[in-house]
């Protein structure tokens, strides 16, 4: 009794406990534990690229029970798995779990993990629970199983092979009622004395009803049926419709498995009349269904004949215990040496109520489900809700810290300013000098950036500029030579004839109407300059700016330094076009006629 009992409850254990297991981890149970407290365990692991990736936490309550499971790789050995994830059963440098110390009514405090995972017991196999017992030759050890559930084994001994069995089930019913009538119905027996068990057939008896007899009996009732298995409930009608002026018949059916639908098809008996009219018009097309394709001689006068969902003759017997079915093909006959009678079927009927009656089952199985799914709903969304609401507080709890914090440090920061002003006042001013901070140290970062990327080319720019002015110039082809060689490297320099954020200072600045203006600014002993006359510019339009770039101009003054963009004009000759007249100032101060697209303004 001692043993039945302990495999009871390590049963009751393990059924509780047959979370769904993620694929990563082995099916087999190694051990089953116990929560001692509500805690809510942290898990962090380290990422490829470097840093700490933080998991979802998991909440678990004082009572769980979790399974210990091995794992298919080879970095961490052993995993326990609840209903709400699965977690390592010890930390490694590179996988942290961690309880969260102020989660929970009792304070877990300097506990660590292994603190509150209590009482682990290994799992039995099938095999060892049934093997640990030796019992007398006299005795009937009746073993009963589960279809829904793999983990529990229900045992009995008694003297008496049915009682036996009567008791074994009636024990597996019992410790399965919390879970519903399904889990209940899937209680079997397994074996008896160590052997497979199969249940004794059911000897069939008595005759079937007449056909007339027949269609009335299905006409008036819905049938349920054990076939293969399932409870298919069977629904026969009769519909009535216009055809050509006349009435005509047609025999449907329906099958159902609880409120489901499943199937349906048509169905027919003997010669049936399709219409009222004595006399066929053979000129007028009428589909033939009188006639029984292939009927199987045994079955020809007291069945009907379905087809659709169930391709199947059938039969019900008088003593409303059972049916029998033969199957058929379609167009043809069965084959004639088969052996008829080992073909045919028999099912057990499971319920025979009226056609009314039925409906109203239905009926109220639906209110019944539909009740059953707001239940789990309401269940569900109030589980949900708590979850939330524990998410919510522990949220609520980390920004109220956050918050304390920043709320500290901006009142220290405001006592610095003025103690008399009001918070809401101090808020204002600390965000906008934080915006305005921000702008200032993005604006200082992007024109770093710029300088720096332009930086280089605008050192060499002016390096092969003076080097070309500080040459000696004795005579006109000196200075050509030295000339064309400077406007060459600067050309070659120059990627598209474009420059990008070049640092220089404004040497004068005019704005006309229209968008129009006239600049002149110095990088060294280099200037770059629009042109300062509207009809010289006709081919050029340097003068002319985008409102953007007028609004900069309106803000500008001499002697600012500024960051300019824009682009060359290449001449005939290929080099870039200057206002200087004369060669000696071309090399010695030159001016470049300059396009400007942007000029901003340095602080």
């Known amino acids: 009794m001692k043993k039945l009992l302990g495999i009871m409850v390590l049963g009751f254990l393990l059924s509780s406990n047959a979370y769904a297991i993620p694929k990563w981890l082995k099916s087999e149970i190694l051990e089953v534990c116990k929560v001692t407290q509500d805690v809510?365990?942290?898990q962090k692991w380290e990422g490829n690229s470097g840093g700490w990736i933080k998991g979802n936490p998991i909440f678990l309550k004082e009572g769980d029970r979790l399974t210990v499971h091995k794992s298919k790789s080879k970095t961490i050995k052993k995993w326990y798995n609840s209903p709400n994830g699965s977690f390592p059963v010890k930390s490694t440098h590179?996988?942290?779990?961690?309880l969260d110390k102020d989660y929970g009514k009792k304070k877990v405090g300097k506990k660590k993990v292994k603190d509150v995972i209590k009482d682990c017991k290994k799992a039995k196999s099938k095999t060892q629970q049934v093997t640990e017992s030796t019992l007398s030759e006299k005795n009937y050890t009746v073993i009963v199983l589960n279809k829904n559930d793999d983990l529990v084994v229900i045992k009995r001994v008694k003297p008496n092979k049915k009682k036996a069995i009567a008791e074994a089930l009636k024990n597996c019913k019992l410790f399965y009622e919390p879970y519903g009538k399904a889990m209940q119905d899937a209680c079997y027996v397994?074996?008896?004395?160590?052997?497979?068990?199969s249940p004794?057939?059911?000897?069939?008896?008595?005759?079937?009803?007449?056909?007339?007899?027949?269609?009335s009996f299905i006409l008036n009732n819905a049938i349920t049926i054990d076939y293969d298995g399932k409870k298919e409930s069977y629904i026969f009608k009769t519909v009535n419709y216009p055809c050509n002026g006349f009435?005509?018949?047609?025999?449907?059916?329906?099958v159902r498995e609880g409120i489901k639908l499943v199937g349906k098809g048509n169905w027919m008996f003997e010669k049936m009349i399709l219409s009222n009219r004595k006399n066929k018009d053979k000129s007028k097309y009428e589909a033939d269904l009188s006639n029984f394709a292939n009927l199987n001689i045994k079955l020809k006068k007291n069945s009907i004949k379905l087809s659709g969902y169930r391709k199947i003759y059938l039969q019900v017997y008088k003593n409303q215990d059972r049916v029998s079915t033969y199957a058929w093909v379609?167009?043809?006959?069965e084959d004639p040496k088969k052996n008829k009678k080992g073909d045919q079927i028999n099912r057990e009927i499971l319920n025979i109520a009226s056609s009314k009656d039925f409906e109203k089952q239905l009926e109220q199985i639906e209110l019944v489900e539909l009740e059953k799914q707001k239940e789990l709903k309401q269940k569900k969304k109030a589980e949900e809700k708590k979850i939330t609401e524990e998410k919510r507080i522990a949220e609520e709890k980390k920004i109220a810290e956050e918050k304390k914090i920043a709320e500290e440090k901006r009142i220290a920061e405001e006592k610095k300013i003025a103690e008399e002003k009001k918070i809401a006042e101090e808020k204002k001013i600390a965000e906008e000098k934080k915006i305005a901070e921000e702008k200032r140290i993005a604006e200082e970062k992007r024109i770093a950036e710029a300088l720096e990327a332009s930086k280089k080319t605008?050192?060499?720019?002016?390096?092969?500029?003076?080097?070309?002015?500080?040459?000696?110039?004795?005579n006109e082809t000196e200075m050509n030579k030295t000339l064309n060689n400077r406007n060459e490297d600067l050309v070659k320099l120059i990627n598209n004839n474009e420059i990008n954020f070049w640092e220089a200072k404004v040497v004068k600045i005019k704005t006309y109407s229209q968008n129009k203006f006239f600049i002149s600014v110095l990088i060294e002993s280099i200037y770059f300059e629009t042109f300062d006359d509207p009809s010289l510019d006709l081919l050029y339009e340097t003068m002319t700016a985008s409102d953007s770039l007028f609004e900069n101009i309106l803000e500008i003054n001499p002697n600012d330094k500024v960051l300019i963009s824009g682009s060359f004009f290449i001449n005939n000759e290929g080099f870039f076009e200057q206002k200087n007249l004369f060669k000696k100032s071309m090399l010695d101060k030159p001016v470049f006629i300059f396009k400007f697209s942007k000029i901003e303004k340095i602080e």
């Open 200 to 215: 004794p057939k059911k000897k069939w008896t008595g005759k079937p009803l007449k056909t007339k007899k027949l269609v």
């Open 94 to 98: 590179f996988h942290k779990v961690y």
């Open 40 to 42: 809510k365990i942290n």
């Open 190 to 197: 397994d074996s008896i004395n160590g052997k497979k068990y």
């Open 247 to 254: 009435v005509c018949s047609k025999y449907i059916y329906e």
């Open 458 to 474: 605008q050192t060499k720019f002016i390096k092969i500029t003076q080097t070309a002015s500080s040459k000696e110039k004795y």
């Open 330 to 333: 379609p167009g043809s006959f």
